[in-house]
């Protein structure tokens, strides 16, 4: 029997198929030490600084974002809260910094402490920095607005940058809020100022109304009376009746007990000028009532000032102006005897007096007979006039002669004519005191029975000429008027 010897073929195929290899497992690397010294300092930075040192980049950028956060909200609010908050984040930054390096194996690093404590006194040597010079600008907006200068403060306050938002948010904001006052107060300034230039009234109580505003923020007073200053040493100005109009509102003003009464005193200084001008001025445009009426202002208000006298006397002049204003209106309004002055008589107290002798009288109404008086009686300005005389239109008076006339042409003719002397109704008023004098009418002669008697008729009869008036001479009319003008 044969036998037969087999080996294994590394060529042939086994029936069972070998298990793949295992991989290697990756080697862990050690952790290399750290200093959780410089962790701590570098998180002290704000800027993430430590995480870096110990290799966590996520965290380091989580700490720059939030740093990033809290910075611009203190700037921006301005509040102690997000100081705090800043505060907060710093410490847990740098504790965290330290409890992350004390986990691992940890060593003294020299370079990274250096490093690390490096920018981590720059940024908080420049915090430091940024608030003290806050301070010291801050500290001199406060002795600007103490001292009532608005101006040195705004420009002290303008060397205010971001820098010093993000480190000293809560230092600059009170000088933020000392610039807003003081632009409110430029603004009433300037609105003070126009309102005492041109007399507005509405403009000047919008001005005041700001100031005593302000007057209720603490530390403002100097500022508010530089403010009314730019009013008060405007005053007075060119126009003395808008100067008038100010010192007055500014007189009459209710007293607050605080710095803007300060404006009574100029105004009780520098009024009664401005009223004697205004009035003065008013006086040459003839606007007489209004003259009056600050005349009698400055007398009410400052009835011993040096300047009373002046005001009495335009007192009379301007009341003796518009009275006579009055007068030729009422003569210019005047048609007949019915109308105008003759119905509504006026006064004017500066007219001449009705006295003995001869009294020159303003004729008005019917003039048909007063035309032909003399001269010396008569005049058209009232100015000059003792008297004035309404002359009503002519009736038949006193009868003086009765005639026969004869007319062949028609047998309807009256044979008897009846001839009157020629009455005419009156009004005559004393101008100085505009009561009615003197006669109610007079009675003018004449001649009658003239040898030929003309007359008109109308129609298809003629009834003749009917009663007749006196045919009458200028010196009939002025012996009629003599009485009248005669005292």
């Known amino acids: 029997m044969d036998h037969a010897t087999y080996g294994h073929d590394p060529y042939r195929p086994s029936d069972e198929a070998p298990e793949p290899p295992v991989p290697p497992r990756p080697v862990k690397p050690p952790t290399a030490p750290c200093d959780p010294v ?6 002290a930075s704000l800027l993430g600084i430590g995480y870096l040192v110990l290799g966590h980049r996520r965290l380091a950028a989580l700490a720059v974002l939030g740093t990033g956060v809290l910075l611009k909200l203190t700037a921006s609010t301005a509040g102690a809260w997000c100081e705090l908050l800043l505060l907060l984040w710093w410490a847990a930054g740098t504790a965290h910094g330290w409890f992350l390096a004390r986990r691992r194996e940890h060593a003294v690093r020299r370079v990274q402490r250096n490093a690390t404590l490096a920018v981590t006194v720059a940024v908080l040597l420049t915090a430091v920095l940024l608030r003290v010079d806050a301070h010291g600008i801050e500290n001199r907006v406060d002795e600007a607005r103490e001292a009532g200068d608005c101006a040195e403060a705004v420009a002290a306050q303008s060397e205010v940058w971001s820098g010093h938002r993000v480190a000293a948010a809560t230092v600059v904001e009170p000088g933020d809020a000392v610039v807003e ?5 430029e603004r009433a300034a300037s609105t003070l100022y126009d309102a005492g230039q041109s007399g507005d009234i509405e403009e000047l109580e919008r001005g005041f109304g700001v100031l005593a505003r302000v007057l209720k923020e603490p530390g403002h007073e100097e500022t508010v009376r530089t403010a009314l200053d730019s009013l008060l040493d405007a005053l007075p100005t060119e ?7 100010i010192t007055g509102w500014l007189r009459d003003r209710e007293p607050t007990r605080d710095v803007l009464d300060r404006s009574a005193d100029t105004a009780t200084r520098t009024e009664p ?10 006086m040459d445009e003839e606007n007489w009532t209004q003259a009056r009426a600050r005349y009698q202002r400055l007398l009410d208000a400052y009835p011993d000032v040096p300047l009373a006298g002046k005001a009495r006397s335009g007192v009379k002049k301007a009341g003796l102006a518009i009275e006579l204003a009055e007068v030729r209106a009422l003569i ?5 005897a019915t109308s ?3 119905d509504k008589p006026a006064k004017y107290s500066a007219a001449p007096p009705y006295r003995k ?13 007063t035309g032909k008086l003399p001269g010396g009686w008569r005049t058209d300005d009232p100015a000059k006039a003792a008297l004035v005389v309404c002359a009503d239109t002519v009736k038949n008076g006193a009868t003086v002669e009765t005639c026969p006339y004869e007319n062949d042409k028609s047998v309807h003719f009256p044979h008897q004519v009846t001839f009157h002397k020629a ?11 505009g009561k009615r004098v003197g006669p109610h009418s007079v009675q003018i002669s004449g001649r009658s029975c003239p040898a030929v008697l003309h007359y008109e008729y109308y129609g298809t009869y003629d009834y003749g000429p009917g009663d007749q008036l006196v045919s009458t001479a200028k010196s009939d009319v002025r012996d009629a008027f003599r009485p009248v003008v005669t005292r």
């Open 332 to 336: 210019g309004a005047t048609h007949d």
């Open 357 to 369: 002798g001869t009294n020159r009288a303003l004729f008005l109404g019917d003039t048909e007979y």
């Open 340 to 342: 105008g002055y003759c």
């Open 273 to 282: 000028a401005a009223l004697a001008g205004c009035a003065d001025g008013l």
């Open 181 to 185: 006052i003081c632009r409110r107060l």
């Open 423 to 433: 009455k005419i109704p009156l009004k005559v008023y004393e101008l100085r005191t």
């Open 38 to 43: 410089a962790a701590a300092v570098g998180n």
């Open 239 to 245: 126009d003395a009746c808008g100067t008038a109009d």
